[in-house]
């Protein structure tokens, strides 16, 4: 009997070890293929078409080097007025169009990085939904972001924008401009206590106050009357950028998310905390709907998803796909996420254009005055609509300094773009701030501060439709676009309507790469009331 036992024993033993032998294969079999084989194979076909880039260190690619550079120029100041700023946002990739052209290809740790600058060929990708995020990126925004409208693919992606679309339909947005306004407001009236102790004119820091009224208002108009506590949640999710953020670069490394480093954990406990908090704020919402026997969920962000969805379910190809309260929790992340920066940083540059072209400042104040009338008289979206001047600036902003400097997408299978052979795991990446600053596309003063270039529009301020896409292109553009433009005019309607500005001496012009392209230094204005 016990012979019987130990043979037993001894082939579960052997076949435990087998599978672990076998599991260990498998993960190094495929590391060579993701760290090796793949590499080797793009690069043999990139070179042979021709498509060179500088050398670089297996597995950690060209980061050292480009982090070095890029970090060495956004210690220097640029010359304030100064707008020709890619080589100084981006040296390293400058540099690397002098020495290679403007394609050309580097390695973002073991991932591929092929530089497309042919709006041809953009468009060829942008216009498909085949290619998907690079894995590197991947991994970064899933922390973040869980999985959500940013980070789902394919059929599974279809449903959550079916699902998100109807929340950012023009007819709801209309009915958020009144919070867009309010919560201007009162940030302008903290802007008027300021002046008011100043003596009349006070110099004021901005960049921190529009990313507190774009947080105040996705909080706001996400979340309803459980506003405070997604203003906390918020909160949690940009200590989890940061934290995330400065384990970026070790992404590279495999396996390295999985060690138990106090950063590691840091993170682990935030998303926790994130997780946690959106779930009581959801389960809230739902049980005074069911108290009150109510038929709308609400009109915000969250009510809407709500009632687009009650645990969606839709069958696809490869089985099912799922919309629940997971779902619902990502995609409340990834709104603050795309929406709070992106246009924090959209205004802030433009506060520093109209501060430093004060003759068209004058020109949109008066045009909002005489749309939306003085003071605080209440606006509306139709009046937004009408205010083509700000507009045009908006657009001039978006244009010069992008708050999404580029985009990346991978290909998941060998294909052809244009005569090009691209091979399957290489990253393609899109230079849109090198697109935005191209002078064959816009002219010889692409540098310039010139918002009457929109005069008849987008399609007719450039020579290519696609060398303006502040928002991108294709099924994947983003789906705020209107949001941010109603938000960004409401805020700076109550703005123009109250305060006159210029830039302070003290500003210091250095545009700098911090996950958008943000003034490193803030925008500092002298403010006074009207
Ligand atoms: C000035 C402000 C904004 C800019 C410049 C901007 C820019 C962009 C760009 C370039 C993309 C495509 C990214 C890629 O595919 O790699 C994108 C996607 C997205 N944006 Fe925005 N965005 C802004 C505001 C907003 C706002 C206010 C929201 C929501 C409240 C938002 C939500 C999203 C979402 C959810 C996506 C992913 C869409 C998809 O994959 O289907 N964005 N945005």
Redo the contacts with the bound molecule.
Sequence with gaps: MAYFRDQMWSILFASLLTVLLMWIVYIVMGMVHKLVITPLRIKRIMNRQGVKGPSAYWVLGNILEMVKINRAEAEKDMKTGDYDIMSHVQPYEAQNCQAYGTMHMWWFGWQATIRIASLDLIKQVLAKDVFT?PQIQFQFLSELLGK???TTEGEE?AL??QI?NPA?HQEKLKAMVPIMEKCASSMANEWEEKVKHGGGCVELEVSHYMANVTADI?AH??FGSSYEKGRKVFEHQLSLFNLTFQRFKFLTIPGYRILPTPLNIKILMTQIRISRSLKEIIQARKYVVNMTKNASNGND?LGLMLTATSQKTQDVKGGKVHFGMQQLMD?CK???F???E??A??LTWTMMLLASHTTWQECARAEVIDVCGDGDHPFNADMLDKLKMLTMILNEA?RLF???VD???EVVMDVKLGDLDIPKGSTLYFP?LSIHHDPELWGTDVHEFKPERFVNGVAKATKHPLAF????FG???????R???E??KSILVVILRRFRFQLSSNYRHAPCFRGTLKPKYGVSVMLESL
Aim: hydrophobic content about 45%; charged content about 10%.
């Design positions: 995020t959500g409208l940013i992606w959550h924008r998100v950012f996705i108009t996400a962000l995609n990834t709104f603050f795309a929406g709070y992106t246009t940083t959209l978006l992008p708050p999404v985009q990346t997408k849109r896409m502040p928002f991108s099924p994947r553009f983003c789906v705020g676009q949001f941010a433009m938000e960004a």
